[in-house]
T-cell receptor
C-alpha cells in the first residue's frame, strides 16, 4: 500500500512568484486536505478537496488555490508569494466517511 | 470556536522514565481526537485516535491516551520513554465533516527531548 507522497521536497522562490505543490493520495483515499505549518507552529488547515471540488477552506486568501484530479491527486497553487508563505506544506488524504487523515512528508517552501 | 491547547511547549525526560503530554480542547460536540508525532523535517505520523467508546485508547510505539470529557482533555502517555521518541508531538481535534472528513485543528505542539 503506497502512502501519501508529495513533490518537490524543497523549493526556493522569490517574493511575487507563483508555486505549485503536488500530492498523491494514499491508495483508496478520495479526499485530500492541505495544511500550512510555519516554523514552531502546529499545522493550519488551508482547504480540502473532494470529488474534484473545494470542500471547506480555512482562513487563507484567494491566492491560495487548488485542484483535485480524477485519480484523487491534488495540487496546491500559491500566487504572488510573500515572505510569510515560507513554511512546510503538508498534504493529507482520507476516505469518505472516515475522520482519519494520513499525512505526506511535506514540501518545505522558502520565499526570499 | 474550536481550539486545542498544549500547555507544555518543551518537555525533557530521562530515557526509561514515564511520559505524559497534556492536551486540552474546546469543541461543541463529541470530538474526534488525535495525537500525531513529527520527527525533524518529516511529515506527521498518526499515533492514536479517539472517536467513541472506551476512553483509554492504545496506539503505536507503546503510546496510549485517555479521553476525559469532564476535563476536556486527551493526554498522551507512555510508561517508558526511548531515545527514539524524541520528536514534536501534536494533539488535534477533528471537526465533523458533512459526510466527508472534517478539518483538523492542531495544538501548537510539544517538543520532547530525551536525556540518556
Amino acid at each position: 500500500e503506497t502512502g501519501v507522497t508529495q513533490s518537490p521536497t524543497h523549493l526556493i522562490k522569490t517574493r511575487g512568484q507563483q508555486v505549485t505543490l503536488r500530492c498523491s493520495s494514499q491508495s483508496g483515499h478520495n479526499t485530500v486536505s492541505w495544511y500550512q505549518q510555519a516554523l514552531g507552529q502546529g499545522p493550519q488547515f488551508i482547504f480540502q478537496y473532494y470529488r474534484e471540488e473545494e470542500n471547506g477552506r480555512g482562513n487563507f486568501p484567494p491566492r491560495f488555490s487548488g485542484l483535485q484530479f480524477p485519480n484523487y491527486s491534488s495540487e496546491l497553487n500559491v500566487n504572488a508569494l510573500e515572505l510569510d508563505d515560507s513554511a512546510l506544506y503538508l498534504c493529507a488524504s482520507s476516505s469518505t466517511g472516515t475522520e482519519t487523515q494520513y499525512f505526506g512528508p511535506g514540501t518545505r517552501l522558502l520565499v526570499l | 470556536a474550536q481550539s486545542v491547547t498544549q500547555p507544555d511547549i518543551h518537555i525533557t525526560v530521562s530515557e526509561g522514565a514515564s511520559l505524559e503530554l497534556r492536551c486540552n480542547y474546546s469543541y461543541g460536540a463529541t470530538p474526534y481526537l488525535f495525537w500525531y508525532v513529527q520527527s525533524p523535517g518529516q511529515g506527521l505520523q498518526l499515533l492514536l485516535k479517539y472517536f467513541s467508546g472506551d476512553t483509554l485508547v492504545q496506539g503505536i510505539k507503546g503510546f496510549e491516551a485517555e479521553f476525559k470529557r469532564s476535563q476536556s482533555s486527551f493526554n498522551l502517555r507512555k510508561p517508558s520513554v526511548h531515545w527514539s521518541d524524541a520528536a514534536e508531538y501534536f494533539c488535534a481535534v477533528g471537526q465533523h465533516g458533512s459526510g466527508n472528513t472534517g478539518k483538523l485543528i492542531f495544538g501548537q505542539g510539544t517538543t520532547l527531548q530525551v536525556k540518556p
